[in-house]
């Protein structure tokens, strides 16, 4: 019989490779998780954790504005970044430390190096050198930022990394992308205070998302006082002689800025990893391809999360590490259900999202119903925003089956989990409407929208 260093090598501390790692330890295995960072990955260090807190932070400047009407007068007030940033620093140590106390609880060995195949079954420890030997191989090695290296002047620009970090906090920004990640930094550097451009090529923000989210957050963003230059890209970046950024746009001339943000898209970490050597097969994008089951085209080594451009969402990531577990240690195949996945835009105000886009569903189903509403939230009656929610829910109406769900408004994240559910389960528009409104909510239009706004045939919106 074959023998072999561990039962499990895990590439990568992040929230695929450290959910596998630890279930596998948890089991009795023996398991080596290897981190050339920080464990807690992307999400932890620098994706979802920190923006949350981000975004709670460029929040505060509305609420000091909000409470007036409520009959407060506030003080004086001022921001400090470098306080935000040692506060965050704070939070993300302390989350780093459950994920390594999780794993060392559950008997894993944590490894701090960066980890390369070297064959079928051979990892090598790069701080090291040595090499390992392992039955089964995980590759959970995430993604990073696209530089944009085709772009003169894109060594001069910050990525979501750095966002984080910026030793001195700009006066102004110009952010590059039309994705959530540019959308939320948008929303977060003009929260804080930073005169804030958002650049994108495409007609409009959040491609894929229902054009009325799109549209409603555009809108918001503007109306709050950011730039969205749309159908725009940039031709080139330069540093002026006081150290800001020259930069020049295609179709609305050139612009001065402190910092450039791009936020163009994420590439899989798999340059270097020894993939070729081990038998395993990217496609174009550099991200491995694997099965139904997240196992790539060597025998033994299996991939997930962000490396195999799937889903690049945490929640996806920790489920198909609980799958891999299921299948690999409690034979049990179980593959990732990646449909209907309920997912947020933390921008101000937040999309929340599940199922199909009404565009998306027009293509699926020959007839939809679409339920609608757009109305101003309690809370800005007194404190006077002008803001709106929209509210919508996309229904087949063969068969009445609530198909897409989608929501701009505060806390849109949070009724998306739960609206998530009800899709899941495959309720229908009949569900709904016998469901009782919780009130006064934002939420209760969800459920007291009666009749169709407006009805979709082979496409085409009809009255
Ligand atoms: C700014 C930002 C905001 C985000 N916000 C959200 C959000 O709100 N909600 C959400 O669901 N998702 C969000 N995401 C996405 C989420 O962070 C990722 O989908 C998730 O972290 C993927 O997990 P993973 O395990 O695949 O990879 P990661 O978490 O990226 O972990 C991979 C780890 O592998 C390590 N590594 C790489 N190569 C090696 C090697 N050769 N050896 C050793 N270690 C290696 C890396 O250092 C990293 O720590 C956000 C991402 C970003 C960038």
Redesign the pocket.
């Known amino acids: 019989m074959t023998s072999f260093d561990y039962d499990l090598f895990v590439?990568?501390?992040?929230?695929?490779?450290v959910r596998s790692g630890r279930l596998a330890a948890g089991m009795g295995k023996k398991v080596a998780i290897?981190?050339?960072?920080?464990y807690g990955?992307?999400?932890v260090?620098?994706?979802?954790v920190p923006?949350?807190l981000y975004v709670y932070a460029s929040q505060f400047a509305e609420h000091f504005e909000d409470a007036a009407g409520f009959g407060w007068t506030v003080g004086e007030h001022h921001f400090d970044w470098s306080k935000l940033v040692a506060a965050k620093e704070r939070e993300i140590t302390r989350l780093e430390g459950l994920y390594r106390k999780g794993l060392e609880n559950a008997g894993a060995e944590i490894l701090q190096?960066?980890?390369?195949l070297v064959g079928p079954n051979s990892i090598k420890l790069v701080n090291t050198g040595k090499t390992v030997t392992a039955e089964r191989i995980l590759i959970?090695?995430?993604?990073h930022?696209t530089p944009h290296s085709a772009l003169p002047g894109h060594d001069l620009c910050i990525s979501?990394n750095e966002a984080f970090d910026l030793p001195e906090f700009p006066k102004s920004i110009l952010i590059a992308g039309g994705g959530y990640?540019a959308v939320e930094f948008a929303n977060i550097f003009h929260g804080l205070g930073v005169e804030t451009t958002l650049i994108y090529r495409g007609k409009e923000i959040l491609s894929r998302f229902d054009q009325d989210m799109r549209r409603g957050l555009h809108a918001a963003m503007e109306q709050k006082g950011i730039r969205i230059l749309c159908g725009d890209v940039l031709q080139s970046i330069k540093q002026a002689d006081d150290g800001r950024r020259v930069v020049e746009t295609l179709n609305h001339g050139g612009l001065t800025v402190d910092q450039v943000m791009l936020a163009l898209g994420?590439v899989p970490?798999t340059k270097g990893?020894g993939l070729e050597t081990a038998g395993v097969n990217t496609n174009d994008k550099g991200a491995i391809v694997v099965d139904a089951f997240s196992r790539t085209s060597a025998p033994g080594i299996y991939a997930?999360?962000?490396?195999t451009d799937r889903i690049?969402?945490?929640?996806?990531?920790i489920h198909e590490a609980m799958c891999f577990i299921e299948t690999e240690y409690k034979h049990n195949p179980v593959s990732p259900d990646h449909d209907l996945i309920a997912t947020?835009v933390?921008s101000q105000p937040e999309i929340g999202t599940v199922g199909m886009s009404e565009e998306q569903a027009g293509r699926a189903f020959a007839e939809l119903e679409v339920y609608r509403a757009e109305f101003r939230p309690i809370k800005a009656t007194l404190s006077g925003r002008t803001e709106k929610t929209i509210m919508k829910l996309i229904v087949n109406a063969a068969d009445r089956k609530v198909v897409g769900a989608h929501i701009l408004g505060h806390e849109a994240g949070e009724m998306a989990q739960l609206i998530g559910i009800t899709l899941k389960a495959g309720c229908t528009k009949d569900d709904f409407d016998r469901t009782m409104a919780v009130h006064p909510t934002a939420a209760e239009e969800l459920v007291t929208m009666y009749t169709p706004s407006y009805r979709v045939k082979d496409g085409q919106k009809v009255a």
């Open positions: 590439i990568g501390g992040g929230s695929g490779g290897a981190e050339e960072f920080r990955g992307t999400c260090i620098r994706g979802c923006k949350k190096t960066r980890a390369e959970a090695t995430g993604g930022p979501s990640i994420r970490n990893l997930l999360g962000d490396v690049q969402l945490t929640p996806v990531a947020a933390f």
